[in-house]
C-alpha cells in the first residue's frame, strides 16, 4: 500500500491524498459505503460504480459467522465473492462484539461471545480476527481493539487502552500478507491523557495507517473534535488516518480539518431504509404528505440516478406502497450525496 498527500490546506490540517492498494486508488479525503455482509443494502455493484464509491467496508464479526472465512476462502477471497474489484476495508468485528454488551466475556486473551443468530458461542483473539480477514483478502485490516461506551469511568478506559496496545502488538505479529495492510486502532474514550497514551504506543508500533475508534458512541460533537486536535499533534502525518463509524456530513467537514482521511457509517443507508434523505439541509422524509404532488427531483443539485429519473412523489409513493425500488433510490441518492460531498471537499482544498 502506498499514501501520497497530493496537497495540504493552508487553512486547517485538511489534505487530499492518494491511498494506492492491491485493487486499486482510493482519492483522500473518502467515504466508505458500508457492506455489513458483503453487500451495501440494497445496492448493486453497478450502482456502486455509478455513485463513484472507490473502496468499501465489510464486517468480520457478521462474514465470520455466516457464511464463513472457509467459503469465502473457497471462493477466491472477499472480492470474487461479492463481485467487487476495487479495495476492500474489513473491520474487526470489536465494535459488534462491544455492542453486544450481555453475550460477551472480555479477557487478556480476546473476547468471548454468543452468535446474534443461534446463540452459539466463538472466541476473538487478535491472531484469529487476523486469520479469519486473511482468509477474506482484504486490501486493509483492522486489528481486535476495545471499544468502551460513552459515558465511561477512566479506570474503564484506561483498561481498554492498555488491552487495545497489547493486542496491537500480537495482532501485528500474527500478520503475514503482502497483499493486504494492517491499520492500528487508537482508543481512550473522550479523556485527552488516555487518547494521547494511546496514540503514542500504537505509533511506535509503525502501522501503514490508522483507525480512531471509541467516537461518535454518543458524545457531543464538540468533544469528540477536542480529542481529534489532541490526536492531529500525535499521529504520524504521513499515515492516512480512518475515523471509524462516523456518518453525519457536520461531523465529516469537521474531522477533516484535523487531517482525518477516511470515514464510513451506516447512517446514508439506514435513514434511506426509513425513507428519509439527504440534502446539505439535513435529512427530509420523504413519507411527507407534502411531497405527494412534488414532482421535483429529491435534490435539483443532485446528479445521481435517482434524481436525474424519478420524482419526490414518485417515490413517496414507493415508500408508502412498500415498494423495495423506494429504498433502493433512497440509498442510490444517499451514497452519492455523501461521494458528492467529499468530491467537493477535495476540490476546495485543491482550489486553494
Same mark, same amino acid.
Given at each position: 500500500?502506498? @499514501?501520497?498527500?497530493?496537497?495540504?490546506?493552508?487553512?486547517?490540517?485538511?489534505?487530499?491524498?492518494? #491511498?494506492?492498494?492491491?485493487?486499486?486508488?482510493?482519492?483522500? %479525503?473518502?467515504?466508505?459505503?458500508? *457492506?455489513?455482509?458483503?453487500?451495501?443494502?440494497?445496492? !448493486?455493484?453497478?450502482?456502486?460504480?455509478?455513485? *463513484?464509491?472507490?473502496?468499501?467496508?465489510?464486517? /468480520?464479526?457478521?462474514?465470520?459467522?455466516?457464511?464463513?472465512?472457509?467459503?469465502?476462502?473457497?471462493? *477466491?477471497?472477499?472480492?470474487?465473492?461479492?463481485?467487487?474489484?476495487?479495495?476492500?476495508?474489513?473491520?474487526?468485528?470489536?465494535?459488534?462484539?462491544? !455492542?453486544? &454488551?450481555?453475550?460477551?466475556?472480555?479477557?487478556?486473551?480476546? =473476547?468471548? +461471545?454468543?452468535?446474534?443468530?443461534?446463540?452459539?458461542?466463538?472466541?476473538?483473539?487478535?491472531?484469529?480476527?487476523?486469520?479469519?480477514?486473511?482468509?477474506?483478502?482484504?486490501?486493509?485490516?483492522?486489528?481486535?481493539?476495545?471499544?468502551?461506551?460513552?459515558?465511561?469511568?477512566?479506570?474503564?478506559?484506561?483498561?481498554?487502552?492498555?488491552? $487495545? $496496545?497489547?493486542?496491537?502488538?500480537?495482532?501485528?505479529?500474527?500478520?503475514?500478507?503482502?497483499?493486504?495492510?494492517? @491499520?492500528?486502532?487508537?482508543?481512550?474514550?473522550?479523556?485527552?491523557?488516555?487518547?494521547?497514551?494511546?496514540?503514542?504506543?500504537?505509533?511506535?508500533?509503525? @502501522?501503514?495507517?490508522?483507525?480512531?475508534?471509541?467516537? !461518535? =458512541?454518543?458524545?457531543?460533537?464538540?468533544?469528540? @473534535?477536542?480529542?481529534?486536535? =489532541?490526536? !492531529?499533534?500525535?499521529?504520524?502525518?504521513?499515515?492516512?488516518?480512518?475515523?471509524?463509524?462516523?456518518?453525519?456530513?457536520?461531523?465529516?467537514?469537521?474531522?477533516?480539518?484535523?487531517?482525518?482521511?477516511?470515514?464510513?457509517?451506516?447512517?446514508?443507508?439506514?435513514?434511506?431504509?426509513?425513507?428519509?434523505?439527504? $440534502? #446539505?439541509?439535513?435529512? $427530509?422524509?420523504?413519507?411527507? &404528505?407534502?411531497?405527494?404532488?412534488?414532482? /421535483? %427531483?429529491?435534490? %435539483?443539485?443532485?446528479?445521481?440516478?435517482?434524481?436525474?429519473?424519478?420524482?419526490?412523489?414518485?417515490?413517496?409513493?414507493?415508500?408508502?406502497?412498500?415498494?423495495? #425500488?423506494?429504498?433502493?433510490?433512497?440509498?442510490?441518492?444517499?451514497?452519492? +450525496?455523501?461521494?458528492?460531498?467529499?468530491?467537493?471537499?477535495?476540490?476546495?482544498?485543491?482550489?486553494?
Amino acid at each position: 500500500m502506498k @499514501f501520497e498527500i497530493i496537497k495540504k490546506s493552508k487553512q486547517s490540517k485538511a489534505r487530499v491524498g492518494r #491511498l494506492t492498494t492491491a485493487h486499486g486508488v482510493v482519492n483522500t %479525503p473518502a467515504f466508505m459505503p458500508v *457492506g455489513t455482509q458483503g453487500t451495501v443494502k440494497t445496492m !448493486s455493484p453497478r450502482n456502486l460504480d455509478e455513485i *463513484g464509491a472507490e473502496i468499501i467496508l465489510s464486517n /468480520t464479526y457478521h462474514l465470520y459467522l455466516r457464511p464463513g472465512p472457509e467459503l469465502i476462502a473457497l471462493a *477466491g477471497g472477499l472480492h470474487k465473492y461479492i463481485n467487487w474489484s476495487k479495495p476492500i476495508l474489513t473491520d474487526s468485528g470489536g465494535f459488534q462484539v462491544y !455492542s453486544l &454488551a450481555e453475550n460477551r466475556k472480555i479477557t487478556e486473551e480476546g =473476547v468471548e +461471545f454468543k452468535s446474534h443468530i443461534d446463540g452459539s458461542k466463538h472466541f476473538f483473539t487478535p491472531q484469529k480476527v487476523v486469520e479469519i480477514q486473511t482468509a477474506f483478502g482484504s486490501d486493509i485490516m483492522m486489528p481486535l481493539d476495545e471499544c468502551v461506551p460513552y459515558p465511561c469511568d477512566k479506570k474503564q478506559a484506561e483498561e481498554a487502552v492498555r488491552r $487495545t $496496545t497489547k493486542w496491537a502488538k500480537e495482532s501485528k505479529s500474527a500478520f503475514r500478507n503482502p497483499n493486504s495492510e494492517l @491499520f492500528g486502532i487508537v482508543q481512550g474514550s473522550t479523556y485527552p491523557d488516555l487518547r494521547k497514551r494511546s496514540a503514542e504506543e500504537i505509533s511506535s508500533l509503525d @502501522f501503514p495507517g490508522y483507525g480512531i475508534g471509541g467516537l !461518535s =458512541v454518543g458524545e457531543p460533537q464538540e468533544e469528540m @473534535f477536542e480529542i481529534l486536535e =489532541v490526536l !492531529s499533534d500525535i499521529m504520524p502525518e504521513d499515515k492516512p488516518k480512518h475515523l471509524m463509524g462516523v456518518g453525519f456530513a457536520s461531523d465529516i467537514l469537521g474531522a477533516i480539518k484535523y487531517g482525518m482521511d477516511l470515514f464510513d457509517c451506516v447512517i446514508p443507508t439506514r435513514l434511506a431504509r426509513h425513507g428519509s434523505f439527504l $440534502t #446539505l439541509e439535513g435529512k $427530509t422524509s420523504i413519507r411527507q &404528505a407534502r411531497f405527494e404532488r412534488d414532482f /421535483t %427531483p429529491i435534490d %435539483p443539485e443532485c446528479d445521481c440516478y435517482a434524481c436525474r429519473n424519478f420524482t419526490r412523489a414518485y417515490i413517496r409513493h414507493l415508500f408508502w406502497a412498500r415498494e423495495i #425500488l423506494a429504498m433502493q433510490l433512497l440509498t442510490i441518492h444517499n451514497l452519492r +450525496f455523501f461521494m458528492r460531498l467529499l468530491e467537493r471537499t477535495r476540490q476546495e482544498i485543491l482550489s486553494e
